[in-house]
């Protein structure tokens, strides 16, 4: 396994001349754009990791007069902040990054949504989205670009819910499939990529794929932007390569008493200081949507867990039982182990619930609930339960 | 003073009448009023040609569109991990103190509510807060009780 240090990367926040790009990507036909891509091996930053290039392929093959490119900037996992500062930062390249997406697929509508949190960017983003809009009307592109706005509701992170949201609808989980590149927003054949996705999409044009697929390893390719937050000294944006160990990270961001590390947010998983130097931090680890908490051994783990789990009770959208009930249940649950009404053993029964959740649950959210609590419970037990 | 039929058709004539206008149009009212009210949604309704029941259920789904009487500045505290590690107890006490209030409570002269929230994606800069969509970061007792000072001189 090739380990590489912790190294800094300036693609996502560097300036460049968004016009010059496109007009290169106007030269090629829609089929060499998609397969710059693929060969990239960009996959969604999200968190799903979903290759973004054969996205773009699914949608393209669809025959409809019809399609849409969405911007997922619905950033609410807790713990992930990136996609603001790229949204404030550079907006112009994750438009740039939604045209290149309509050339690629044959769109001429693309969706900003925008979470509700983030309301006080929408004038900065209405201003650059006229001059995206005269830029795109000079190049003879026929695309615009509308933005969405959210109201508080974390579960419209995941895209059938966002495409619910802007049909105007309770923001509820579909039945997959179809997959949105079928059948996505107004049931049309739809791409739906993170903010910092797009804008990798972009640094492809500018610098060939190769250049970023140089960059990590083989199971992740290029970069990331990643959140970090908790315990550090260095909180804050940084943009690194991808296929460091969660070791070097902390050797890097840690403040000398790490104790655990929480990667992906409240869905994502607990990596205890046992295991920093085996993890890797991408997709053949433990992949993650940025988001990189840091805690000392000042800190309670039963807090840590309470305070997703009370999370997770109320952002879940109530629609499937499993997760409804079962997020309920594991608060409750780890409140009466910590009050001695439940013996320890009771928090086996919650790592099945957990595991069951993982299966029955209808979307991502109730499905991760698992990640975050069972590898709290079984990495930091005695902290639960005493 | 405009109606509430009125102000329901400002906003629908800037979003429309299809389906996907209903969250703009009820975000533009909570903009302008802090809340929906039973009336407004009626109204929606109405103009939408869709029932009151569907508006209500829709609005509901999202804590930002509150049916309950608001005040003039919302306050939402983040109570997620990062702010309640660093400090978060301390700054929802301070403000309680300050503005005589209590978590969920609006001030007697509706200028004030106050609510914890879910993530509000200013980790690094914990803890923080929205004021309506202001955002307010690494705040402490001192700063925050400067900020709400501002707000209250600002009537």
């Known amino acids: 396994m090739r380990n590489i240090p912790v190294k800094r990367v300036d693609l996502i926040f560097e300036k460049v001349t968004c016009k010059e790009i496109f007009l290169k990507t106007l030269e090629l036909k829609p089929e060499e754009i998609i397969q710059s891509v693929i060969e990239s091996g960009l996959k969604g930053r999200g968190g799903a990791g979903f290759p973004t290039g054969l996205k773009w392929q699914f949608a393209a093959r669809e025959k409809s007069n019809e399609k849409y490119i969405v911007c997922n900037a619905d950033e609410g996992e807790p713990g992930t902040f990136k996609d ?185 998983f607990c990596v205890p200081r046992k295991r920093f130097d085996e993890t890797i931090i991408g997709f053949e680890g433990v992949p993650t949507g940025g988001s990189m908490k840091l805690f000392n051994s000042s800190r309670s783990m039963y807090n840590v867990l309470h305070n997703y789990l009370d999370f997770f009770t109320e952002e879940s959208c ?61 990495n930091f037990k005695e902290e639960i339960i005493y | 003073m405009i109606t509430i039929t009125e102000s329901v058709r400002e906003k629908v004539g800037k979003h429309g009448k299809t389906r996907d206008a209903l969250l703009p149009v009820l975000q533009d009212i909570v903009a302008e009023q802090n809340y929906l009210s039973d009336l407004a949604m009626v109204e929606v309704a109405k103009q939408l040609n869709i029932s009151a029941a569907d508006v209500f259920g829709t609005a509901t789904f999202y804590s930002f569109l509150t049916p309950r009487p608001m005040g003039k500045y919302v306050i939402r505290v983040c109570k997620t991990i990062s702010c309640s590690m660093k400090g978060k107890h301390e700054v929802l006490s301070t403000i309680e103190e300050t503005l005589k209030i209590k978590l969920g409570e609006t001030s007697a002269d509706r200028k004030f509510s106050l609510l914890e929230t879910n993530c509000i994606g200013w980790c690094h800069k914990a803890p923080a807060m929205l004021i309506n969509d202001e955002p307010f970061t690494e705040l402490t007792p001192k700063k925050v009780t400067e900020v709400l000072r501002e707000y209250i001189k600002n009537r």
Do not use: W
């Open chain 1, 318 to 378: 109530g629609q499937c039982t499993p997760c409804r009930v079962g997020c309920q249940q594991l608060l409750k649950g780890i409140e009466a182990v910590k009050k001695g009404e439940k013996s320890s053993k009771y928090l086996d029964e919650l790592v099945k619930l957990a595991a069951t959740m993982k299966l029955a649950a209808k979307c991502g959210l109730g499905q991760s609930v698992g990640n975050a609590f069972s590898s709290i419970v079984e």
């Open chain 1, 84 to 268: 603001r500062e790229i949204l404030d930062e550079v907006p112009e390249k994750v438009f740039c990054g939604m045209a290149i997406a309509s050339r690629a697929i044959g769109a001429k509508v693309g969706y900003i949504y925008l979470r509700g949190e983030y309301k006080f960017l929408v004038p900065k983003l209405e201003a650059r989205l006229n001059e995206f809009h005269k830029l795109m009307k000079s190049v003879g592109h026929d695309f615009k670009i509308l933005l969405r706005l959210g109201s508080g509701a974390y579960i419209c992170g995941e895209e059938s819910a966002l495409f619910e949201s802007i049909e105007g609808k309770r923001g509820e989980p579909r039945n997959k499939p179809p997959y949105p590149t079928k059948a996505g927003l107004f049931n049309k054949p739809t791409c739906i990529n993170n903010v910092e996705t797009l804008v990798y999409t972009v640094m492809i044009q500018k610098y060939g794929a190769a250049h970023f697929k140089d960059l990590g390893t083989k199971d992740s390719r290029g970069s990331k932007v990643f959140s970090v937050s908790g315990d550090t000294p260095k909180a804050g944006i940084y943009e690194l390569e991808l296929g460091m160990s969660v070791q070097e990270f902390v050797d890097v961001f840690g403040d000398g008493d790490t104790k655990t590390v929480q990667v992906g947010g409240a869905a994502g």
